[in-house]
Nanobody
C-alpha cells in the first residue's frame, strides 16, 4: 500500500511564496513521475508541474517562471516552490506519483488528499 501526504499549504498574500511538500511511503520499489495538480472551486483538476525520476520537468504555462518543482529520490519526496503567487493560484493542490511496487510490473498512479492554498489580501 502506498500513501502520499502533502504539507505546506495555507493563506498567503498576493506576491508571496509557499513551498509544498509531498512524501510517499509504503511498499515502494521505485517512483517514476511525480507531480502536482490543482483544482479550483468549480473547475477541473489540472496539471501544474511534473518531474521525472531523472529530473526532467514540465510546467503549465500559467505557472512557468513562477513555480519550481524538485524531488529528493532518497526521501521519496516531491516539492513545489511557488513564488509571485496570484489570487488565481487559489486551489486545492494534489500530489501525484506513479509508483512501482513490484519489479517488472508497471507502476500505478497514486494521489494525496490535497492541501489548500489560498492567495488573498
Amino acid at each position: 500500500q502506498v500513501r502520499l501526504v502533502e504539507s505546506g499549504g495555507g493563506l498567503v498574500q498576493p506576491g508571496g511564496s509557499l513551498r509544498l511538500s509531498c512524501a510517499a511511503s509504503g511498499s515502494i520499489f521505485r517512483i517514476n513521475n511525480m507531480g502536482w495538480y490543482r483544482q479550483a472551486p468549480g473547475k477541473e483538476r489540472d496539471l501544474v508541474a511534473i518531474i521525472s525520476s531523472g529530473g526532467g520537468t514540465g510546467y503549465a504555462n500559467s505557472v512557468k517562471d513562477r513555480f519550481s518543482i524538485s524531488r529528493d529520490n532518497a526521501k521519496n519526496t516531491v516539492y513545489l516552490q511557488m513564488n509571485s503567487l496570484k489570487p488565481e493560484d487559489t486551489a486545492v493542490y494534489y500530489c501525484y506519483a506513479r509508483v512501482v511496487t513490484t519489479p517488472g510490473i508497471s507502476g500505478m498512479d497514486h494521489w494525496g488528499k490535497g492541501t489548500l492554498v489560498t492567495v488573498s489580501s
